[in-house]
T-cell receptor
Framework: GENVEQHPSTLSVQEGDSAVIKCTYS??????FPWYKQELGKRPQLIID?????GEKKDQRIAVTLNKTAKHFSLHITETQPEDSAVYFC?????????????FGGGTRVLVKP | EAGVTQFPSHSVIEKGQTVTLRCDPI?????LYWYRRVMGKEIKFLLH????????ESGMPNNRFLAERTGGTYSTLKVQPAELEDSGVYFC????????????FGPGTRLTVL
């Protein structure tokens, strides 16, 4: 089955700096890659996603890149702010008859220091 | 619009007891997923309902876990008898259909087995 590795497990950045989280996946059939943000005590929420027919997607300070050949994808947060502090999860899935179950990475705890 | 709700938010039980977790998906969402995060590790898929039918239960750890979704609305996940390794956070998610649509997560139920 699919396996997703996520690095780093923790990331501390100064406010205003950039943060990069990297994930690799094993199943070349995976074609949908969402990123979820979970703030302390709250539910995971989708912040951005990318499909396999796209190499990069941006939404304000957040961007995701996908390299299908290397089977890795990354989340980039620019101009980090204290409210970006949270645990971020990458995931991969295969659209198919069995549905859209997500295989998650282990999570990255991001701390933005003011 | 009300989001995915889960009950209870926390449950502390002793080994050997039974616990039932409940998930109410977003109204109109046919797809309902159960996931769990154990010991700060990755969020792992348990099973997927389409309406009242189990579409994929490949992630269910063993026969101590029973999930139901009678009538295709809310779902329950029963653990009987509970073991220490069942401790973790159980998340429910729902989506309108299984093709790329965002999965909306509930706040989770934190289960502690003593």
């Amino acid at each position: 089955g699919e396996n997703v590795e996520q690095h780093p497990s923790t990331l501390s950045v100064q406010e205003g700096d950039s943060a990069v989280i990297k994930c690799t996946y094993s199943d070349s059939a995976s074609n949908y890659f969402p990123w979820y943000k979970q703030e302390l005590g709250k539910r995971p929420q989708l912040i951005i996603d990318i499909r396999s027919n796209v190499g990069e997607k941006k939404d304000q300070r957040i961007a995701v890149t996908l390299n299908k050949t290397a089977k890795h994808f990354s989340l980039h947060i620019t101009e980090t702010q204290p409210e970006d502090s949270a645990v971020y999860f990458c995931a991969a899935s295969i659209k198919g008859a069995a549905g859209n179950k997500l295989t998650f990475g282990g999570g990255t705890r991001v701390l933005v220091k003011p | 619009e009300a989001g995915v709700t889960q009950f209870p938010s926390h449950s502390v039980i002793e080994k050997g007891q039974t616990v039932t977790l409940r998930c109410d998906p977003i109204s109109g969402h046919d797809n309902l997923y159960w996931y769990r995060r154990v010991m700060g590790k990755e969020i792992k898929f348990l099973l997927h309902f389409v309406k009242e039918s189990k579409q994929d239960e490949s992630g269910m750890p063993n026969n101590r876990f029973l999930a139901e979704r009678t009538g295709g609305t809310y779902s329950t996940l029963k653990v009987q008898p509970a073991e220490l390794e069942d401790s973790g956070v159980y998340f429910c998610a729902s989506s309108q259909d299984s093709s790329y649509n965002e999965q909306f997560f509930g706040p989770g139920t934190r289960l502690t087995v003593l």
